[in-house]
């Protein structure tokens, strides 16, 4: 598997808060909300990005009692990325959900 952020998978991502990888993981869901309608290549580029993020957090044991909650976020992010046709998820939604988690890293990191 050819992955996008190398030194994460190779374990640096399991050296991050839960906080501070579902921050990250906000961070590409914020980027393919501006890009949607803008270009496809960045926007296809970012679901990529933050699909390989939650699957990382998805493969770190230590969240081991909170995978259901990551997995539902990851499937809220494809229905959003497919239009909402399902669960009508929409970016901006996806975006109140993760800001917490960014904005609690952030805090911590200062």
């Not at 808060?17 to 580029?45: C, H, P, T, Y």
């Not at 229905?79 to 911590?108: I, M, Q």
């Amino acid at each position: 598997m050819r992955f996008t952020h190398k030194d994460l998978a190779e374990g640096h991502w399991r050296d991050l808060s839960l906080s501070e990888q579902l921050g990250n993981i906000g961070s590409e869901v914020s980027r393919a909300r501006k890009w949607k309608e803008k270009d496809d290549k960045i926007f296809e580029g970012a679901c990529e990005r933050a699909l390989e993020l939650f699957d990382l957090t998805l493969s770190d044991p230590r969240w081991k009692g909170r995978y259901r909650e990551i997995a539902r976020a990851r499937e809220v992010f494809c229905d959003a990325v497919s239009g909402g046709k399902e669960y009508g998820s929409s970016f901006e939604d996806l975006e109140k959900y993760f800001y917490p988690f960014a904005f609690n890293a952030r805090k911590h990191a200062i």
